[in-house]
């Protein structure tokens, strides 16, 4: 089993729409919680970090939950702008120093008019 | 600052040459990694780096060696170079805060052909 997996869609979905992405890990020592976005061909970059208590950007939210080990991603109001392939990272702890930080298999979405 | 910086940006590599991809990042960070992306299978972790002189295997290190003899440099070897390794490899950087790693900056990659 992967140490972090999620659902790798493809979403298809009308602008407006509101579309949920989930990640799940298999480290109940992970520490630290990311969802990245990458446009085609390009670098991955942090489109927010996942804190305990939920947070919230805009029409982004993220959420964990710690006792099912697992983070999601909420998008409403999709924009045409908003297709891209979204990544969750984890930071897993062991091995060493403060562990490692890995990345599920990506969810790609894709925004129509 | 330049952040994180990758050379070559595109490689061709004949099969059983040995090369070395480049990673340097001016932001004094402890952590680094790299990364290889294929069609389909996200981003996985080669070899990461706590801090100079620490080094530790991800998730996929077979094929690759790395050192990390500096804070800046993060250098990835290939030694001997198979049409499996054919892929687009990402450097990132990274630092601690709380007892974690936060978010990482990434490279522009590299992409390599093995024929």
């Known amino acids: 089993r992967k140490e972090v997996e999620q659902d790798p869609g493809p979403f298809n979905v009308p602008e407006g729409a509101t579309v949920a992405f989930n990640c799940t890990y298999s480290n109940s020592a992970s520490q630290s919680f990311f969802w990245y976005r990458q446009d085609c061909r390009k670098e991955p970059k942090l489109l927010m970090s996942v804190y305990s208590s939920g947070n ?23 924009k045409l702008s908003d297709s891209a392939t979204y990544l969750c990272v984890v930071n897993e702890a062991g091995g060493t120093s403060y562990g490692k930080l890995t990345f599920g298999q990506g969810t790609i979405l894709t925004v129509h008019p | 600052n330049a952040g994180v910086t990758q050379t070559p940006k595109f490689q061709v590599l004949k099969t059983g040459q ?62 001997s170079a ?30 390599l052909t093995v024929t």
């Open chain 2, 18 to 79: 040995s090369m070395t991809l480049q990673c340097a990042q001016d932001m004094n960070h402890e952590y680094m990694s790299w990364y290889r992306q294929d069609p389909g299978m996200g981003l996985r972790l080669i070899h990461y780096s706590v801090g100079a002189g620490i080094t530790d295997q991800g998730e996929v290190p077979n094929g690759y060696n790395v050192s990390r003899s500096t804070t800046e440099d993060f250098p990835l070897r290939l030694l």
């Open chain 2, 82 to 111: 198979a049409p499996s390794q054919t892929s687009v490899y990402f450097c990132a950087s990274s630092y601690s805060i709380a007892g974690a790693w936060d978010e990482q900056y990434f490279g522009p990659g590299t992409r």
């Open chain 1, 56 to 78: 919230e950007d805009g029409r982004f939210t993220a959420q964990l939950n710690r006792a099912s080990q697992y983070i999601s991603l909420l998008i409403r109001d999709s």
